[in-house]
């Protein structure tokens, strides 16, 4: 298995109107598509890369507990590591669980492999993701999002039902996969020390620091696959660009202008306000092209887009026309998008940060790591030779951070933490973490928990109070379980529910900027004075009282399946707090409890008026502004709390509710005796 060899040199483009020359007479070899007469699924099997590696790798996976599988993008190794285990008897006496980071891929490669397998998705191949679980008694291939997996191991900490757990996309390093490779890997001690069927671990990833990770699963063997299918030609800017969306315009178009029509272009950027102001500038352009150039198909892909619009990316674009689409990192690994021939990528991501010391969360757009980049370049090269154009230079891409920050050293812990307790974890101060978040970090998490009420100390532990277990049973952020808890004392539950779950999926409004004027009539029949949770209840009253109406959901801008989940989450939630006891009412019309509960729940997060107009994050003293999409935006409340901070140009606070001082004042006297304003009129 010879390891893939360096990265493809690369050309340089200089910046202005032609970024670049594109070599049209460069050879090309094509794979026959799926379901072609000449190849049949099983000859595209033979075909991938990793199927030359097959007994090679099932010897060395018998031999090892654990192992590290090193296979570029393209490799074949996420769908075809799972059918090799289960054809060759490995693991068969249990479940063959995969894990992903996105419910998009757990649920895409189930299918994939389900088709591979020729079998009904649900039977031998399932998979779990929030809310749906499309598995059956006969399932031993199944595919699942960490955060499942995870939520799975709080009921049975030794995994019992699995005899393999393949750790897929490692280098993505979220939350729920760094805290997962801390307990597979104490399952795998235990089920050892206690003489159960042993837990064979394996993780895989495109990229990644491969020494950190065979040290920690107790020095496993690191495996090489051959890299990628297909030639990549990576090119960079000459010199740095000051407008990465005016180049990546530039260089959309230039490819557009050279290109055969049937080469699709892949363009990574930030977020939907970037994606779809440069979809509607270059849907603009193309109609005034000359008739030389083929027509253009833009493909907007972000998380909170409509799940039927999403899968327009997966959709070949009509005869002679080209697709372009414009993406989130949501397309970086995984999810193969067919007939993408170059990707422009913007060298730019959106990514949490978390600052211990000033307590604060923030989104904020910052560099790629070398990681990243070489993972959307893999893009270019999945189906045929493709190029990858990196709006940057190659000094530039020297500098970069190697690997991506894992994002428990850069997110607020509470959660975390939360959960280990939940898990029986005895000691969570010095859990056994890959990569260990900063000792400020775990001690704001827990100072967090302790302003909630979560968590107390005792003889030197930190050990959950009656409070904080009921907290964790909710698979929710500490603030929003606070809050649903607390409910019942504003006879306000119905209302609380209902907000914590339509802010605890994807976004549940869909905003057209082709269609502005309309998305504002239609937002201002439900717009309230006390905020955005009051709005978004507003509007998740009246998609119940239409019955859930799909024609309702369009003529409204709302996303119906996400409302759809809403449902779900309430529903589960619901549940929980039976079990609970909790009494379960609803405020009606009064709506000035709800805010007095959501400001008792989530205090940490309140701003305050100054004197000339800024605002002021109480907690930290930073200052902070109302986002333009807030209904409070022309607003200038005394006191608001809000749900999470972008940073951008400013830091900007999302989701605003109205609150009283009082209120803050009562949710903890001692805290907002020192950050409240002393004069008040």
């Avoid at 107390?456 to 379980?481: F, I």
């Avoid at 008792?600 to 000339?612: I, K, P, S, T």
Wanted: glycine residues 4%.
């Amino acid at each position: 298995m010879p390891h893939d060899p360096d990265p493809p040199p690369a050309k340089r483009f200089k910046p202005g109107s032609v970024l670049f020359r594109l070599d049209k007479n460069k050879p090309r070899m094509l794979l026959p598509t799926k379901g072609s007469a000449t190849s049949p699924i099983d000859v595209q099997r033979k075909r991938l890369p990793i199927y030359q590696a097959k007994p090679q790798l099932l010897n060395q996976l018998r031999q090892h507990h654990s192992a590290i599988l090193i296979g570029e993008t393209g490799s074949g190794k996420t769908t075809q590591i799972p059918q090799y285990l289960y054809e060759s008897g490995i693991g068969r006496q249990g479940v063959i669980a995969v894990t992903q980071p996105r419910r998009v891929a757990a649920v895409s490669l189930a299918a994939r492999v389900a088709e591979e397998k020729r079998t009904p998705l649900g039977k031998l191949v399932g998979y779990t993701v929030r809310f749906e679980d499309v598995t059956s008694f006969e399932t031993k291939l199944k595919f699942l999002t960490d955060g499942m997996l995870l939520r799975e191991a709080i009921g049975d900490p030794l995994l019992l039902r699995y005899t393999v757990v393949v750790l897929d996309e490692a280098h993505e390093r979220t939350v729920h996969t760094d805290v997962l490779f801390g307990v597979v890997k104490a399952a795998q001690h235990k089920r050892r020390e206690l003489n159960k069927i042993p837990l064979k671990v394996i993780v895989m990833s495109a990229t990644m620091d491969v020494d950190l990770f065979s040290e920690y699963f107790d020095k496993s063997p690191v495996l090489y696959l051959e890299g990628r299918q297909h030639p990549l030609q990576v090119y960079y800017t000459k010199q740095p660009q000051a407008d990465y969306l005016q180049a990546a315009l530039v260089s959309v178009f230039q490819i557009h202008q050279e290109a055969p029509p049937s080469h699709d272009i892949l363009v990574f950027m930030t977020g939907q306000e970037e994606i779809e102001s440069l979809a509607r500038t270059c849907r603009d352009i193309s109609k005034h092209l000359p008739d030389s150039c083929c027509l253009m198909v833009v493909v907007p892909l972000y998380a909170s887009l409509p799940p039927a619009q999403q899968l327009r990316v997966f959709r070949p674009a009509p005869t002679g026309c080209r697709k372009v689409i414009l993406s989130t990192n949501i397309a970086e690994t995984s999810v193969t998008i067919s007939g993408i021939k170059y990707v422009v990528d913007t060298g730019m991501v959106k990514a949490k940060r978390f600052s211990p010391d000033s307590g604060l969360e923030v989104l904020a757009v910052q560099r790629v790591s070398k990681a990243q980049a070489w993972q959307r370049a893999g893009r270019a090269g999945r189906e045929d030779s493709g190029s990858c154009y990196r709006l940057y230079t190659e000094q530039e891409f020297n500098q970069l951070a190697p690997m991506t920050v894992p994002e428990i050293q850069r997110c607020n812990v509470a959660a975390v933490m939360l959960q280990l307790m939940a898990l029986g974890i005895p000691d969570v101060m010095h859990f056994d973490f890959m990569s260990k978040p900063s000792p400020e970090a775990v001690r704001s998490a827990v100072e967090h928990l302790e302003l909630l009420g979560a968590v107390e100390w005792k003889d030197g532990q930190v050990l959950l109070t009656a409070l904080g277990k009921k907290m964790a049973s909710l698979p929710l952020e500490p603030r929003y379980a606070k809050t649903i808890l607390l409910s019942p004392n504003y006879s306000c539950a119905d209302e609380i529910l209902s907000i914590v779950s339509l802010l605890s999926v994807d976004a549940v409004l869909f905003n057209p900027p082709a269609r502005r004027e309309e998305v504002l009539a239609a937002r201002k029949k439900f717009s309230s004075s006390e905020g955005d949770h009051i709005t978004l209840l507003n509007i998740y009253r009246s998609f119940k009282k239409a019955g859930g109406s799909k024609e309702w959901c369009r003529e409204n801008f709302v996303n119906s399946r996400n409302m759809g989940l809403v449902k779900e989450v309430q529903a589960q939630l619901r549940d929980i707090c039976l079990k609970l006891n909790l009494k379960l009412e609803s405020c009606g019309a009064d709506t000035g409890n709800v805010r007095r509960c959501l400001a008792h729940g989530m205090f940490v997060n309140a701003a305050e008026l100054q004197l000339d107009g800024s605002y002021l994050a109480l907690h930290t003293h930073q200052p902070v502004a109302i986002h333009p999409s807030s209904v409070l935006f022309q607003a200038k409340p005394a006191y608001v709390i809000f749900n999470q901070l972008l940073h951008t140009s400013r830091c900007y606070m999302r989701d605003l509710c109205l609150v009283d001082a009082d209120w803050l004042l009562d949710a903890a006297p001692d805290y907002f005796s020192r950050k409240l304003r002393p004069t008040k009129s």
